[in-house]
């Protein structure tokens, strides 16, 4: 089992290594990031919604055909990772770079890798659910599938896409401020105060 865990601990931390190494370019770039979806200051919250909101206005406005949409996307990302690498040293300053912030920066990087190993190890659960219970896979698959053919029919598809990105965007801020917990944990005594009534009313 300790072989296992250290095996485990040194492939995460040689991968986590191998994405510092590929995202040094974009060090500073993430780094602030890093501190806008966090809430580091109390109007960076109204920042991420107001851009987003604008940019999916915009796109609103503009109405672009699916294939007019992706290839903007992709050259918006290919001018992106051709332009950071080489504009944010001279924008931030490379110099300025502290045993700190790459300290945060490690964490950033650790976090993904953990993030990826999490959905794979979600992806690979389906997969056995398919193998040892395929009934119960069938009918996880296609009620979920029904519901989001539900919520898409009765949803405007750009409105959702906003509403999912705006909430991904301020999830991290909400789970570093505890708000998360906060609203988890009165959840969880509403339905036990349910319970305990429903309790009561059979006794």
Known sequence: MAEGDNKSANMLAQETAQLEEQLQGWGEVILAGDQVVRWEKPWFPGALI???TVV????YYLDPSVLTGLSCS???LCLADYLVPTLAPRIFGSNKWTTEQQQRFHEICGNLVKTQHRV???WRRLFTLKED???AYFALVISSLLAM???GQQVHNLFL????????LLLP????????TKYTAMAKREINKLLKQKEKKTE
């Open 173 to 180: 801020g909400m789970n570093q401020h505890g708000v998360i």
């Open 50 to 52: 107001g851009a987003t």
């Open 149 to 151: 053919a539900f919520v």
């Open 120 to 122: 794979l190890g979600w």
């Open 161 to 168: 896409t906003y509403l999912i990105v705006s909430f991904l």
């Open 56 to 59: 999916f206005l915009l796109i």
């Open 74 to 76: 992709v050259m918006l």
């Open 133 to 135: 219970k395929p009934k």
